[in-house]
């Protein structure tokens, strides 16, 4: 379903970033460079985009401006819980102030209501939610409501061309119709949906691609 059918989409977005921030709460400090669904991040990593670039990035694009190509250069500190509850409330103001029929550019050309950019939001926030719980285990229950939305926006907007080597998105990893929300939801994001968690040593390659913040 478009965003602008969705029944209240701020109030899915707010919940995205409230399940966000409880996986993030929970997560300890020694997990930190532990790897993640996401194959070139740990848990570090991961955190520093939500939270430097996502964070930062959405709030400028509700208030209908463009991204900001230097976010990802800030740090993201020690206090990642303190930082993405900040910076979610500045999100949420900025969207409940927004005009969400205000027509903005598409990246591809062409324009589009403002409310259109708060599917991707919403799935970004999801997907992520999804991937620390996979590489730590917290004990959140995620929402499966929010996975289904996400996986529909996703299935609507995700063209064959932007998945493989050097794309946003790897092969879509085919999953069992009896799946739930979340392993559909992965596997359309290129993520394995049998993921397991482990430390540092056990993976090679998350070692390979770490970045120290």
Excluded at 153 to 165: L, S
């Amino acid at each position: 379903m478009p965003p602008q059918l969705i029944p209240n989409p701020l109030q899915l977005l707010e919940r995205a970033l409230d399940q966000c921030g409880e996986v993030i709460a929970a997560i300890s400090s020694n997990q930190a460079e532990w790897p993640t669904p996401c194959s070139e991040w740990n848990v570090q990593d991961l955190l520093h985009h939500l939270v430097v670039q996502d964070l930062h990035n959405f709030t400028l694009v509700a208030r209908g401006n463009n991204v900001d190509p230097q976010a990802a250069h800030a740090t993201v500190g020690a206090d990642w819980s303190t930082r993405f509850a900040d910076g979610a409330v500045m999100l949420m103001r900025a969207w409940a102030s927004a005009d969400l029929s205000h027509q903005v550019a598409l990246p591809g050309g062409g324009e589009a209501p403002l409310r259109s950019r708060i599917g991707l939001q919403i799935a970004e926030f999801t997907v992520h939610s999804w991937d620390l719980l996979k590489a730590t285990e917290v004990p959140v229950i995620l929402d499966p409501a929010l996975a289904d939305q996400s996986l529909a926006w996703a299935q609507r907007v995700m063209k064959p061309e932007y998945r493989g080597a050097d794309k946003s998105f790897g092969p879509e990893v085919r999953v069992s119709i009896a799946s739930d929300s979340y392993a559909r939801l992965a596997g359309w994001f290129g993520r394995n949906p049998g993921f397991a968690p482990g430390r540092p040593a056990e993976s090679v390659t998350t070692q390979s691609h770490r970045l120290h913040r």
